[in-house]
């Protein structure tokens, strides 16, 4: 069983930056793509960002390009998302998910794991 547990988020005002965590626990082979998804409030889930095991394939979602940038520790089995230039509409939910193959995909339903989700609220 894997277990993700996310954290860092808050309040921060539009520009500003915050780097969120994802602490994965369980067998190493299930946690081998990391990605983060996020929902804001009456919206459906989306892509943010996801890395396979090495960081070297990395994708992210259009809307955060240049702004995110998504980064893993194995030693620590733990994601981050760097979030640089925050803008209101990234206020939502962030959620940490974790698939046991290879790809940074962005669907929502190659993913087989999934956190409880920290809140990041950027006001004006």
């Known amino acids: 069983q894997v277990q993700l547990v996310e954290s860092g988020g808050g309040l921060v005002q539009a520009g500003g930056s915050l780097r969120l965590s994802c602490a994965a626990s369980?067998?190493?082979?299930?946690?081998?793509?990391l990605a983060w998804f996020r929902q804001a409030p009456g919206k459906a889930r989306e892509f943010v960002a996801a890395?396979?095991?090495?960081?070297?394939?990395?994708n992210y979602a259009d809307s955060v390009k240049g702004r995110f940038t998504i980064s893993r520790d194995n030693a620590k089995n733990t994601v981050y998302l760097q979030m640089n230039s925050l803008k209101l509409e990234d206020t939502a939910l962030y959620y940490c998910?974790?698939?046991?193959?290879?790809?940074?995909?962005?669907?929502?339903?190659?993913?087989?794991?999934w956190g409880q989700g920290t809140s990041v609220t950027v006001s004006s």
């Open positions: 369980g067998r190493s082979i299930s946690i081998t793509t």
């Open positions: 890395t396979s095991w090495s960081n070297v394939n990395t």
């Open positions: 998910a974790a698939r046991p193959s290879l790809g940074a995909t962005a669907f929502e339903s190659d993913y087989n794991y």
